[in-house]
């Protein structure tokens, strides 16, 4: 009689467990389909801000001026700015209305957070920075074009992008020889060298010129310091 209820007594346990795996292999779908939802993507950017415009840290915005930020509607985003030079910086966007505290030592951070949810631009909110550069876009996109656009880097030395654009306004870096490159860089659409209402159709806001038009007799050499090449792709 005993084994007859041992016996039974294992039967009842094992069905019971069988019952209990059975409850959860169903369950298990939706408790998955709910964390998946649960969890927010989170998009986080790092820039570097000097007066003509803020260059990306890290990643495919390495290098790059002004990059392009992408993230997904609805995306958490971060951006965290680094102070390049000793000046009064911030980082506002436009429409989202995220705005860090203003910065003003060199390689001091401040940074803003905000919910994706249509194009933007962010720009530094300082008397006249973001008329000289200190600007670029945000932009919703699809999952398959999320990450930056590759469009090149600024080559660096010594941790320090090279003044290979001039659109930190001088020279620095470069040798020069002969008269031509003197007194560069110089501002868009400059008379002394184009003459009146002659559009040099350059990128930037500054630009190297051997004479344009009006002083064609000047010459010269310019050139930069060496460095490496890390990256398939360039931006000057």
């Known amino acids: 009689m005993k084994k007859v209820q041992l016996l039974f007594s294992i039967i009842i346990v094992l ?3 069988l019952v209990a795996s059975a409850y959860l292999l169903l369950k298990k779908p939706n408790a998955e389909l709910t964390l998946n939802q649960s969890e927010p993507t989170t998009r986080e950017y790092t820039l ?6 803020y260059i990306g840290v890290g990643g495919e915005i390495e290098g790059i001026r002004n990059p392009v930020l992408r993230a997904q509607m609805g995306d958490s985003v971060r951006i965290t700015m680094i102070n390049g030079e000793t000046m009064t910086h911030d980082i506002k966007m436009e429409k989202q209305g995220a705005h860090s505290d203003p910065i003003v030592e060199k390689g001091t951070l401040t940074s803003i957070s905000f919910v994706a ?3 933007d631009i962010y720009f530094c909110t300082v008397p006249g920075h973001q008329e000289v550069g200190m600007e670029g876009k945000f932009e919703i996109s699809s999952p398959s074009t999320t990450e930056a656009i590759v469009e090149g880097v600024i080559p660096q030395k010594n941790d320090e992008p090279l003044n290979l654009d001039f659109e930190y ?3 620095r870096g470069w040798t ?5 490159f003197n007194d560069q860089p110089v501002a868009d659409i400059d008379t002394a060298y184009y003459g009146k209402g002659v559009d040099p159709r350059s990128s930037g806001q500054f630009y190297v010129n051997s004479g344009g038009t009006k002083q064609h007799a000047k010459v010269g050499t310019l050139t930069s310091e060496p460095f490496e090449i890390t990256h398939p792709f360039a931006s000057f």
Request: aromatic share 4%; net charge negative.
């Open 15 to 17: 069905l019971a467990l």
């Open 48 to 53: 570097q801000a000097y007066t003509t415009g």
């Open 117 to 119: 949810m249509e194009d």
């Open 169 to 171: 306004a001088h020279i």
């Open 176 to 180: 020069t020889v002969g008269e031509a």
